[in-house]
């Protein structure tokens, strides 16, 4: 398995579940240094329509005190090139449930021509915020 420098992943880190813990812990197995973009509440609703039931600041707290965790930062936009020329990682972390999806198609091949890997790690089945957020929602 290749060690990288700096790895980058970025989540909504809502209702943290094992599933969150399983793409952090994976993910700094593989990098020196791992940093976490956790998406504001002003995102999440832009794209998704509804907002987090945990607070952007709560969650940001969660991700950071997880022992493989070096960086958090707010992930403030969807756009990973940006967030690569910012932050400099070689490569980015993401479940595979995203793999062929037009927006990671076009970040892999400017990822590729600057040199930055993209690893896809397999979705944890089961468990999603989604799936808790639809539990409760039921009860």
């Not at 022992?67 to 930062?73: A, I």
């Not at 468990?127 to 039921?138: F, G, V």
Request: aromatic share 12%; charged share 30%; net charge positive.
């Amino acid at each position: 398995m290749k060690k990288y420098k700096v790895g980058y992943t970025t989540g909504v880190f809502d209702m943290f579940h094992v599933g969150h813990l399983n793409i952090l812990k994976r993910a700094k197995e593989q990098c020196e240094y791992l940093i976490v973009g956790v998406s504001t509440d002003e995102l999440v609703m832009g794209y998704k329509h509804k907002l987090p039931i945990i607070p952007f600041e709560e969650r940001a707290e969660i991700v950071q005190s997880i022992e493989f965790v070096d960086l958090v930062v707010a992930q403030k936009s969807r756009d990973k090139i940006a967030a690569q020329h910012k932050l400099q990682f070689d490569v980015m972390f993401v479940g595979d449930d995203w793999k062929g999806k037009p927006l990671f198609m076009e970040v892999e091949k400017e990822f590729k021509r600057i040199g930055v890997d993209v690893v896809y790690f397999p979705y944890t089945k089961n468990t999603s915020s989604t799936i808790l957020r639809e539990k409760l929602m039921a009860i």
